[in-house]
């Protein structure tokens, strides 16, 4: 059913959303969902998986304090091209890490997991990876401190940064996007939207309409 006019959520009004359920066998009772929220939140009781994976692409012009110019090349690793993983999750870390490193096994990408938000800016000032996919919730120092510093300092300000977090409130969305975010994944994701933003960013993978 369509949203109430002025209810209809920020990320509905300004995104594309997707959701994907996977047949566990469990039955559901009650009438049809509306909201990815309602339907996060039934299948965590129920046992159920649920992804509805959410993507923000900021355009160049709406990211604020970015240099002009094109980003540096990242620090190649024999030849590879350079994702560091930031999340406090380990378990997290290991699963980005095998999703990718199987539909990346013939573009040679490798990766850098850091499970930390105080070790990460001086990882990523030492590596300079081609791209930084960054949680928001970390104890000590949080996503948006180590983006601060990533965008605050020259040889990190100009690399691509993607947030992916559990959170995805407007007001959220909109300070990563005047912090130089290039895009904004939403946990729990789908596989196929990371990897299809790193061949978008780094392969030159061409966006579907």
Not at 13 to 33: I, N, P, Q
Not at 75 to 92: E, F, Q, S, Y
Request: charge should be negative; hydrophobic fraction near 40%.
């Amino acid at each position: 059913k369509p949203w109430p006019e002025g209810e209809k959520p920020f990320w509905l009004r300004e995104l594309a959303a997707k959701s994907e359920f996977m047949v566990t066998g469990k039955e559901l009772d009650g009438e049809s969902l509306e909201s990815d929220d309602l339907a996060r939140n039934i299948a965590d009781c129920e046992g159920l998986y649920y992804s509805g994976a959410l993507e923000i692409s900021f355009a160049a012009s709406e990211r604020e304090g970015m240099s002009q110019s094109e980003a540096a090349p990242g620090t190649l690793l024999g030849g590879k091209k350079v994702v560091m993983l930031v999340d406090d999750n380990d378990a997290t870390l290991g699963l980005l890490q095998t999703i990718l490193r199987t539909e990346f096994l013939d573009e040679e990408l490798d990766f850098i997991p850091c499970n930390s938000g105080m070790k990460a800016f001086e990882l990523a000032l030492e590596k300079h990876p081609d791209m930084i996919i960054l949680d928001l919730m970390m104890p000590e120092k949080s996503g948006f401190e180590v983006l601060e510093d990533l965008k605050k300092t020259p040889q990190t300000r100009d690399i691509p940064v993607v947030i992916l977090s559990v959170i995805y409130d407007e007001e959220s969305v909109n300070k990563a996007r005047k912090m130089g975010v290039e895009r904004y994944l939403v946990k729990p994701f789908v596989p196929y939207d990371i990897s299809k933003v790193i061949r978008e960013m780094l392969f030159g993978a061409t966006r579907a309409e």
